[in-house]
């Protein structure tokens, strides 16, 4: 106990005045010479973030919670208050925009997947209806649907023989993940359904897709995400970003599986952890960006 608050009192003492002397010495502030000192990514903003977060300015530490039509104004605001002039330091301006579009937007785009995954799939919904089929379509070129309720959504992975139920805990979002990668990855998303439908090393391939939009959703609401999201998008991030992610993991997931070959699905957990520690470590270098990349033929 003693040793945490005397390390608090440390830290932050020695925080301050570090601060305070390079000031003094640079005649710059910490979120200036952060701004100015970096290029653009993880390295930058996370610096950024957690210099506002602490500041003892309220103009600085209110900016975190603007939305994004007020972006512009919170970095000339944050300038007057600091005492900036634009025309001193040009880099500043442009990175701290990013910064803020990147901190707030990651905060937003949290709300948004949350939305999406309250909303319960609905078979009175004609969307959600289409996008189910589309999904169908998308994976099943050659086989037509023969009614909506079948045993046939088996061959995509679904449980019993109305997908609805297979929706519960990720809501619409898992849906959407799951049409996001068939319609922009077609190919690629057919390639991991024959492997999920292979007699041995199979696995179901919607309950899979449904399960990793779990654990995308979850290293979202973690924060873990946002070292990739700062490196890979130089502005907010948007659902379409986050659908992104869903595509690389369920394209590295199956990648994994197939060179692990487990003995059964029954072995899924332990798989799926090993992958989802392999997926943090990674989130865990300043520098990554969890991007699919597919060679262009
Ligand atoms: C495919 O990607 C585009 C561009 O990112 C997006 O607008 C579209 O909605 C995506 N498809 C689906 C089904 O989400
Ligand atoms: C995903 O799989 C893990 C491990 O089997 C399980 O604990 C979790 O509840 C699953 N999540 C969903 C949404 O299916
Ligand atoms: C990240 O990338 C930068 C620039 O390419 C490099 O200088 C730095 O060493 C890298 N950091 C890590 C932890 O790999």
Redesign the pocket.
Known sequence: MFRRIWHYIYTSLLRSWLKWLLRKTTGTCELQRICSGYKPGA?MTTKAEYSLQSSKNKVLRLALETNKENVEKQVDEIMKEKEIKPHSDHLFKANLHICLLQITGYNRLYFRVEDLRKEVFNSDNPKHEAMLLKLWDLLMPTVKLESRITKQWGDIGFQGDDPKTDFRGMGLLGLINLLFFSENYTAESRQVLSHANHPKLGYSYAIVGINLTEMAYSLLKSGALKPHFYNSVPGSPELKDFHQFYCYLAYEFDKFWVAEEPESIMHFNQYREKFHNMVKTHLQ???VSLTLTVACN
Do not use: Q
């Open positions: 390295m270098d300043p520098n």
